[in-house]
């Protein structure tokens, strides 16, 4: 599948300023300890606590694990942006791959459901469960496109 945000729309890319982006390509397992690493600094630099900065990472992990168990290859990309609207910072990561695609979306993001045997069912729910904000895009024979997005959260008194 082409790797394109703008097929989530214009709008979605368009409000945000990238402000800093690491492209991982994943070919091997232990790309995903690349991928967990790199998060982790970049949500770091971004201004995320260190609870929220393992949150980011363990979602952008289950898109590697994913891509990498379903497609083979891929590529993960992570940012940090600015949201130019409401001036709040973030990490945004955009998984792709051009695997064979998820025949049901829906039942993809349900708890618990995997196509595999082996594996809980945990992955994209909790992604979506984790970031403020979260798209998919997959056809079949072609491939998959996750977008996510996580705010940092100011405490106001």
């Known amino acids: ?19 800093e982006t690491k492209q ?25 606590n260190l609870s ?6 363990a ?5 590697s694990t994913n891509i990498l ?7 993960i990309e992570i940012s940090i942006i600015n949201d130019k609207t ?3 910072n973030g990490v945004e990561i955009f998984a792709s791959d051009a695997g064979p695609g ?15 045997s082996n594996s809980l069912g945990l992955g ?10 979260f798209w998919i895009k997959s056809v079949v024979g072609e491939g998959t496109l996750v977008l996510a997005r996580k705010w940092i959260k100011y405490e106001t008194d």
């Open 1 to 19: 599948m082409k790797m394109n945000k703008h097929q989530f729309g214009d709008k979605m890319v368009k409000t945000v300023q990238i402000i």
């Open 24 to 48: 991982i390509e994943l070919l091997l397992s232990h790309d995903n300890e690349n991928v967990v690493y790199s998060v982790r600094r970049i949500a770091n630099k971004a201004g995320f």
């Open 52 to 57: 929220d900065e393992v949150m980011i990472a």
């Open 59 to 63: 979602a952008a992990s289950e898109l």
């Open 69 to 75: 168990r379903f497609a083979g290859k891929g590529q």
């Open 86 to 88: 409401n001036q709040i």
């Open 102 to 116: 998820i025949i049901d979306i829906e039942l993809a993001l349900q708890e618990n459901y995997s196509s595999l």
């Open 124 to 133: 994209l729910p909790s992604v979506k469960r984790i970031m403020d904000q």
